[in-house]
T-cell receptor
Framework: GENVEQHPSTLSVQEGDSAVIKCTYS??????FPWYKQELGKRPQLIID?????GEKKDQRIAVTLNKTAKHFSLHITETQPEDSAVYFC???????????FGKGTSLLVTP | EAQVTQNPRYLITVTGKKLTVTCSQN?????MSWYRQDPGLGLRQIYY???????DKGDVPEGYKVSRKEKRNFPLILESPSPNQTSLYFC????????????FGPGTRLTVL
C-alpha cells in the first residue's frame, strides 16, 4: 500500500519564524494530500489540502506545495505563533489502494 | 450541530472481554472509518466503510470487526481484546470519498489490562 514518510518528527522554532514539514509518498496514483493539525488532547482537524492537479495552495499563513515528479509535498507555516504548537500530520490518498495513509506526525513547538 | 460522536470516551477493560465502541455522525456522510493512534506511529486506518453494508479493511484490521447497518452508525467491535490494542481510537466521516475532508470524533482512549 501507500507509504507516507514525514520529516522532521519534532520541530522547534521561535515565534515569527517559518516552519516547514515535508512528506514523501510512494504511490504515483495518489491524488489528494491533506494536512491535519492535532492539538494536545484534541481530535485531528483539517487545516489545508491539495489535489494532484495543483502545485501550490495558500491559506493566510499556511501553504502547501506539491511536487508530483518527486512525489513529495510540504507544509509551510509563516510568522509562526505559539498557538501553532501542535502535532501536524500529512496524508496521501490513492485511488489504486483506496486508502488514506497518514505520516507519523511532526510535533511543532513555537516558543515566544 | 454537525458532529461525530464516540462512546465511551474512556474505557479500561481486561483481556478477552468483548467490547464495542460506538460511532455516530449526523451529517449524512457516506464514508466512515476507524483509526488508531499510537505514539510515534501516527494514525493508522483499521477499517472503513463507503456506504451501508459496504466495509473494507485498512492497514491494521487484525483483532477488530465493524458493521455498517445504518448510514449514521459505524461501531468498532473487539471480540477478544488484548493489551496490544491499548490505544487512542478515532472514528471519522466524510461526505463522499476519502478524498474529502475527514471529520474526526473526539476519540476513545482504551486500556486493555
Amino acid at each position: 500500500g501507500e507509504n507516507v514518510e514525514q520529516h522532521p518528527s519534532t520541530l522547534s522554532v521561535q515565534e515569527g519564524d517559518s516552519a516547514v514539514i515535508k512528506c514523501t509518498y510512494s504511490d504515483s496514483a495518489s491524488n489528494y494530500f491533506p494536512w491535519y493539525k492535532q492539538e494536545l488532547g484534541k481530535r485531528p482537524q483539517l487545516i489545508i489540502d491539495i489535489r494532484s492537479n495543483v502545485g501550490e495552495k495558500k491559506d493566510q499563513r499556511i501553504a502547501v506545495t506539491l511536487n508530483k515528479t518527486a512525489k513529495h509535498f510540504s507544509l509551510h507555516i509563516t510568522e509562526t505563533q505559539p498557538e501553532d504548537s501542535a502535532v501536524y500530520f500529512c496524508a496521501a490518498f490513492s485511488n489504486s489502494g483506496y486508502a488514506l495513509n497518514f505520516g507519523k506526525g511532526t510535533s511543532l513547538l513555537v516558543t515566544p | 450541530e454537525a458532529q461525530v460522536t464516540q462512546n465511551p470516551r474512556y474505557l479500561i477493560t481486561v483481556t478477552g472481554k468483548k467490547l464495542t465502541v460506538t460511532c455516530s455522525q449526523n451529517m449524512n456522510h457516506e464514508y466512515m472509518s476507524w483509526y488508531r493512534q499510537d505514539p510515534g506511529l501516527g494514525l493508522r486506518q483499521i477499517y472503513y466503510s463507503m456506504n451501508v453494508e459496504v466495509t473494507d479493511k485498512g492497514d491494521v484490521p487484525e483483532g477488530y470487526k465493524v458493521s455498517r447497518k445504518e448510514k449514521r452508525n459505524f461501531p468498532l467491535i473487539l471480540e477478544s481484546p488484548s493489551p496490544n490494542q491499548t490505544s487512542l481510537y478515532f472514528c471519522a466521516s466524510s461526505p463522499g470519498l476519502m478524498s474529502d475532508e475527514q471529520f474526526f470524533g473526539p476519540g476513545t482512549r482504551l486500556t486493555v489490562l
